[in-house]
């Protein structure tokens, strides 16, 4: 099993609609969490870190999660064709500061 | 401008010539990691040092060497590239709070024939 995952899409949204994410994860211990953002051929930027049982808002952006079922996801509102882009899900470890990433979902906002 | 600047960006390379990716980061950050990324496979960590002289191996560090010498630097060598390192790399950095997630540099893409 590994240890941080994510369905790879592509999840297609029409614009204005809203995207949902998900991500799980394996390590019980695990401090934080985050979004980021990349587009093709760049790095990956933060858009969003989580630390405490429940959601987070931030802009178009919110953040869900569930301890208990190990659980993150990402809402994405009023996509913009903009919001094209592989989305990925990171988790700090507990144990040695490791911060470990999922293998990303592809969204594409189409017209 | 907070960065972090990797070198150089594009790189093609015969197997077996030793190279040497650059990183440098001007945020004072204690910490700093490699990761590559491939296809299918996403970002897998290489190594990440938690303060000068510190280094420790990441998931994938076969083949690979670093070193932090500078709390500014911390460049990536490869002793004798082969064809399977061939991928895009990036180096991030973060406060000791990594809490706050790392900032990534713009990649360098590596290609071994």
């Known amino acids: 099993q590994k240890e941080v995952e994510q369905n790879s899409g592509p999840l297609s949204v029409p614009e204005g609609a809203i995207a949902s994410l998900n991500c799980t994860y394996s390590d019980r211990g695990s401090q934080s969490f985050f979004w980021y953002r990349q587009y093709s051929g760049k790095s990956p930027e933060l858009i969003m870190s989580i630390y405490s049982n429940g959601d987070k808002e931030d802009g178009r952006f919110t953040a869900q999660l569930n301890r208990a079922s190990q659980y993150i996801s990402l809402l994405i509102r009023d996509s913009k064709l903009s919001d094209s882009a592989t989305y990925l899900c990171a988790v700090l470890q507990a144990a040695g500061n490791k911060l470990t990433f999922g293998g990303g979902t592809r969204v594409l906002v189409k017209p | 401008e907070a960065q972090v600047t990797q070198n150089p960006r594009y790189l093609i390379t015969v197997t077996g010539k030793k190279l040497t990716v650059t990183c440098s980061q001007n945020m004072n950050h204690e910490y700093m990691s490699w990761y590559r990324q491939d296809p299918g496979l996403g970002l897998r960590q290489i190594y990440y040092?938690?303060?000068?002289?510190?280094?420790d191996k990441g998931d994938v560090p076969e083949g690979y060497k670093v070193s932090r010498k500078e709390k500014r630097n911390f460049p990536l060598i490869l002793e004798s590239p082969s064809p399977n390192q061939t991928s895009l790399y990036f180096c991030?950095?973060?406060?000791?709070?990594?809490?706050?997630?790392?900032?990534f540099g713009s990649g360098t893409r590596l290609t071994v024939v």
């Open positions: 040092s938690m303060n000068v002289e510190v280094t």
């Open positions: 991030a950095s973060s406060p000791r709070d990594i809490l706050y997630g790392y900032t």
